[in-house]
């Protein structure tokens, strides 16, 4: 920010690359006040996989959310985390961990109760690389994840058809209007079949190495949501 004026110099990363601005909800002319809804049909975990792996969007059980929800994986991207150039996998229980209090399977519990309560389908998008890891593949397009969060406002998406993921376990969604079906699974985006399970096999190590600082506050249940294979 200039001393001067006062005016945001969007020039400057010395403080972050990744700028954020506050302002009162009353500025939005169209915001709903309060700010308050019913409960959701549907939650969305946001996840950027740099290995081109994942699904740009599944399906999770119950249990399957609670192991997500848990691990907290993404990837750091350059751009938005200062000292980053290529995508790094990383993970953050809860999506949040320096901010918990609890054991994050006190938070995942509480996920999976209001989900049984109200029936509410949990999602697992991914916006991350498609085809092959970064480097290699191509980003996920902005207008397939907009067309994919749009079918699951709409409920389109929960009509639609799924097989499992050998690797994962989780449904997969294989149509959805807007976006072809060989960008809705990752093996067949891939060119090298091989270099795809080689890969899914590493990101699922990944998963059950960062899972075991967690194992011993977690249900047998949980435990088993995650990857399935066995890994060399």
Same mark, same amino acid.
């Given at each position: 920010?200039?001393?001067?004026?006062?005016?945001?110099?969007?020039?400057?990363?010395?403080?972050?690359?990744?700028?954020?601005?506050?302002?009162?909800?009353?500025?939005?002319?169209? #915001?709903?006040?309060?700010?308050?809804? %019913? =409960?959701?049909?549907?939650?969305?975990?946001?996840?950027c996989?740099?290995?081109?792996?994942?699904?740009?969007?599944?399906?999770?059980?119950?249990?399957? &959310?609670?192991? =997500?929800?848990?691990?907290?994986?993404?990837?750091?991207?350059? %751009?938005?985390?200062?000292?980053?150039?290529?995508?790094?996998?990383?993970?953050?229980?809860?999506?949040?961990?320096p901010?918990?209090?609890?054991?994050?399977?006190?938070? &995942?519990?509480?996920? !999976?109760a209001?989900?049984?309560? =109200?029936?509410?389908?949990?999602?697992?998008?991914?916006? %991350?690389?498609?085809?092959?890891?970064?480097?290699?593949?191509?980003?996920?397009?902005?207008?397939?994840?907009?067309?994919?969060?749009? !079918?699951? =406002?709409?409920?389109?998406?929960?009509?639609?058809?799924?097989?499992?993921?050998?690797?994962?376990?989780?449904?997969?969604?294989?149509?959805?209007?807007?976006?072809?079906?060989?960008?809705?699974?990752? $093996?067949? #985006?891939?060119?090298?079949? &091989?270099?795809?399970?080689?890969? &899914?096999?590493?990101? #699922?190590?990944?998963? $059950?190495?960062?899972?075991? !600082?967690?194992?011993?506050?977690?249900?047998?249940?949980i435990?088993? !949501?995650?990857? $399935?294979?066995?890994?060399?």
């Open positions: 920010m200039l001393e001067q004026d006062r005016t945001v110099d969007f020039t400057d990363t010395s403080l972050t690359e990744n700028t954020r601005g506050a302002y009162p909800i009353e500025f939005i002319h169209s #915001a709903r006040i309060p700010c308050q809804a %019913g =409960h959701p049909t549907d939650v969305i975990f946001l996840t996989d740099a290995f081109g792996v994942l699904p740009p969007v599944s399906c999770l059980s119950p249990a399957q &959310a609670m192991y =997500h929800f848990i691990s907290g994986y993404t990837a750091k991207v350059s %751009g938005t985390e200062m000292g980053v150039t290529e995508p790094q996998a990383t993970f953050s229980p809860c999506f949040g961990g901010f918990l209090v609890w054991h994050p399977n006190k938070y &995942a519990e509480l996920l !999976a209001r989900m049984k309560e =109200h029936r509410t389908r949990v999602w697992l998008v991914n916006t %991350g690389w498609s085809g092959g890891a970064f480097g290699l593949g191509k980003r996920i397009s902005l207008k397939n994840t907009r067309a994919i969060i749009d !079918a699951i =406002h709409s409920g389109a998406l929960a009509q639609a058809e799924t097989e499992r993921d050998p690797v994962f376990g989780f449904n997969v969604v294989t149509g959805c209007p807007g976006v072809p079906r060989e960008t809705l699974l990752p $093996r067949e #985006a891939w060119y090298d079949k &091989a270099a795809y399970e080689t890969t &899914a096999r590493k990101l #699922a190590g990944l998963f $059950r190495e960062n899972f075991c !600082a967690y194992e011993s506050g977690v249900s047998e249940e435990k088993t !949501a995650g990857p $399935r294979v066995n890994l060399p």
